[in-house]
Each structure stands twice: as C-alpha cells, then as structure tokens.
C-alpha cells in the first residue's frame, strides 16, 4: 500500500480528503435509508449532509485526517466514504474507523481493504494510541468486517459492540 500525501492507495481504491465539491455525491449516498439504517438510523437531507460535510473538513483542518470520500482506484468513480474520525481522549488521540460504500460495492471485501490501510496509516503514520469501530449489534456485516481486521472486541451492549487495535497488537489481518 502507499500512502501519498493526503490519499491513501489500496488495490483497488483511492482513499481520499473530502473537499467542497463532494457534496452532491456524498448527499446521494447520506440520502439513501438503506445505507444509513446503521449509521444514523434515516437518511439525511441536503442541510444535514452540508453539515456533516463541514465537520469532516474540520476534522481534516484541525486534526490532519478524518472522514474522506472513496473512489474506484482505476476509474475514479466516488462509491463510498471511510476514514478515521479524530476522538482526542486523556490518553491520547484515537481514530474511530468508519465506512460506508454505495450498495452496489456491498459484499466486495471494499471495507476490509480500506479499513486495513486505515488502521496502518492511524496507528503507524499518525501514531494514534487507538483505533476503534462500533456498530450495531444487528448490523452482522460490519461485525464480520471487524474481526476479518483481526480487531478485538472490548464493548458489548444492547446498542452497539466496539472493537478496537492498538499499536503493537500484532498486524492487520485481510
């Protein structure tokens, strides 16, 4: 993998710092109540995507990473988002590692690929002193996407599980 400036290169994606011009395609993905049922519960309007979108370019601005926009490797085609969202802790900054991909791209090994440069890059580039994923009990498929990250579970609740790396934790697995 490579890591080039502000975007990361997988096999077969770009993972990118969100600018100004995404909001049309991140809205088409936020606007989509299947892909968010796990994520906020209902899709977003446009003002709620404008408002996330500003707070992913803060993250960037103030901490150096956070969420960003996913593209095709080869085409460039935008399917998703992942990234690392900032969570500053006493102990130290953490990365709360996030993805959503575009249905179409569900099923692919896209969140396992892009989650594995993303716990590289946090916790050996940005030295974060964690990296951390949630999800909800019933959403089996991001659960599946942990452990395949060799991820250890460290919370378990009627709301969400969260499983976490850290750094010399061993290597991520694929």
Same mark, same amino acid.
């Given at each position: 993998m490579t890591t080039t400036l502000d975007t990361?290169? !997988?096999?077969?994606l770009r993972?990118?710092?969100?600018? $100004?011009?995404?909001l049309d395609v991140l809205h088409a993905l936020y606007a989509d109540e299947e892909?968010?049922?796990?994520? !906020? /519960?209902k899709a977003r309007t446009r003002d709620e995507t404008r408002a996330r979108l500003d707070k992913d370019l803060g993250d960037h601005r103030d901490h &150096?990473? /956070?969420?960003?926009? !996913? +593209?095709? &490797?080869? !085409? /460039? +085609? @935008?399917i998703g988002?992942? &990234?690392?969202?900032?969570?500053?802790? $006493?102990a130290g900054l953490e990365g709360e590692l996030a993805w959503m991909f575009a249905k179409p791209w569900w099923g692919r090994g896209l969140a396992t690929e892009a989650g %594995? +440069?993303? =716990?590289?890059?946090?916790? +050996?580039t940005l030295a974060l002193t964690r990296v951390f994923a949630k999800a909800m009990p019933d959403n089996t %498929?991001? =659960?599946? @996407?942990? $452990?395949?990250? /060799?991820?250890?579970r460290v919370a378990s609740a009627d709301r969400e599980v969260e499983y976490e790396m850290r750094p010399g934790a061993g290597s991520v697995g694929l």
């Open positions: 990361l290169l !997988t096999p077969r993972i990118r710092p969100m600018t $100004e011009h995404d892909l968010m049922r796990f994520i !906020t /519960g &150096g990473f /956070g969420l960003c926009v !996913t +593209e095709l &490797g080869d !085409t /460039g +085609e @935008v988002r992942c &990234g690392l969202e900032p969570r500053p802790t $006493e %594995a +440069e993303l =716990i590289r890059y946090g916790l +050996e %498929a991001s =659960i599946k @996407v942990m $452990e395949r990250l /060799g991820m250890t």
